[in-house]
């Protein structure tokens, strides 16, 4: 049966790309409340610097971006991996509607993962004639789950997939790192809420940014959206759309209410940001579209040389750390050399994705042999206050911060995880910033994520038994949500799975 569904899943081929002319994106915006922000800031960096302000709170990271969609004049560019249809996820395609009706040119480019099988309201913000919605290495079978199911199984390079995660106003400001667009990730879904972070810059790495996204937007594997609502039912109007949205961004006005659901005018507060941001010399690390047909994608190389530098220290954090050979290795290395090394990741009780935790769990004591300093979340950490946004509740609190810190000078943001997917599979962006101002503000972060109200110390002793301490509180089995928790995570551990997660 298995056999016959990917064989009719091989049948369904994709929509003809005629390649449309390479677009660049439009000029830096020379007018405008963002123009205007961008270029106090820069007067005052020094040659060749960046200005960097990190995003830690899941409240400021989303009035953030309503801040640059509301204030932009020229252009807005999009990618991500994930877009839901919630609340925040409505609200701000409902922003991006109101930016376009201004003549602001949207661009908005998503894999096709997370809206192949079920759809996904971003996607109809392409009937209006100044957006544009393209999708990354998509399914040709769109709808039902069973299909794209099979068609998974019949394609394999449906399992490369675009965990970019770049949002660009007006090419002055770009944010980059962890976080999708959905509530989990701006602290207002009540089983649990996201420990994340990202970066906002100006200046010169905000241009290499906007770069990036051409790259993709350009690439063969992204497709209009357009292309694949030929010949069926017509599509949805702009008005239905913004009708459907603000029907949402009612319904859910109550854990909405910490931000602005109308458009806004946020020069008051852009000008009380300026010091916020740290400058600090750059480097943008980003996979190119082309890993589709690569075997090694480069950013590994890069990401694994820049912590290979470590004299004394390393911090990592991963909220899926699924090591492979050559970062074991590393880790080993590091050791020997008597590099201080500190890793902290999801416990099971914190882990969305068991999979992930099975893959972790395998090599747990490989790491801990390395001399890693090992920490896993607390489901109860006391750090959840700072990622709820009031007047919603979380039961508990989850890590999806991908962060490094090597030897507080210098530091990493982004949005790949430590394991084969982020590593081999997928593409990804991040960024180094130079200097101890900004590598101390993450190596703080990830200071607090690993205090004991906030994580267990996993160590193992002579005998290869591992603990759990936190505090005075000493576990001799991990922690986790549950018997039935306990009980997948077992069965998984026992089947022949790779780790992919």
Known sequence: MIALAAGLAACATLPERVAPAPEAALPVAQYGSLADFAERIEAMLPRGESAHWLLDRNQLA????????????????????????D??????????LHAADRGVKVRILMDDFGVAGRGGDVLKLDAHPSIEVRVFNPWARRG????????????????????????????????????????????????????DLDVMVAGPAARVVTQTFDAYWNSEHSFPIALFERDRRPRQSVAATSEELHASIEERAWVLEPFSVEP??????????????????????????DIMDATRPRLYEDFTDFIATAEEEVLISSPYFIPDAKFRDLLHALGARGVRVVVVTNSLATNNHVVAHTGYRRWRRDVLAAGVELYELRADAQA???????????????????????????????????????????????????GRAFANRVAALVERDIAPENSWRVTMDEDGWLRWTSGDEVLRRQPAQGFMQRAIEFLLNILPLKNQA
């Open 87 to 96: 609340a925040t996820g409505h609200l701000l395609a409902d922003r991006v």
């Open 384 to 434: 959840i206050e700072e990622y709820v946004t009031p007047p919603a509740t979380a039961g508990r609190l989850g890590l999806h911060t991908k962060a490094v810190v090597v030897d507080r000078t210098r530091a990493f943001v982004g949005s790949p995880n430590v394991d084969p997917r982020s590593m081999v599979l997928n593409t990804e962006i991040g960024l180094i910033g130079e």
């Open 144 to 195: 039902a789950r069973f299909h794209t199911a099979t068609e998974f199984l019949a394609r394999p390079m449906l399992n490369r997939r675009m965990h970019n995660k770049t949002f660009i106003a007006d090419g002055r400001f770009a944010v980059l790192g962890g976080r999708n667009i959905g509530d989990r990730y701006f602290g207002i879904y009540a089983p649990f809420v996201q420990d």
């Open 264 to 289: 806004n005018d946020w020069s008051a507060y852009l000008e009380g940001l300026v010091a916020s941001f740290v400058p600090a010399g750059s480097t943008i690390l980003w996979e190119s579209p």
């Open 62 to 85: 989303f009035t953030a971006r309503l801040a640059l969609v509301d204030e932009a004049a020229v252009s807005l560019d999009l990618q991500y991996f994930i877009w839901q249809s």
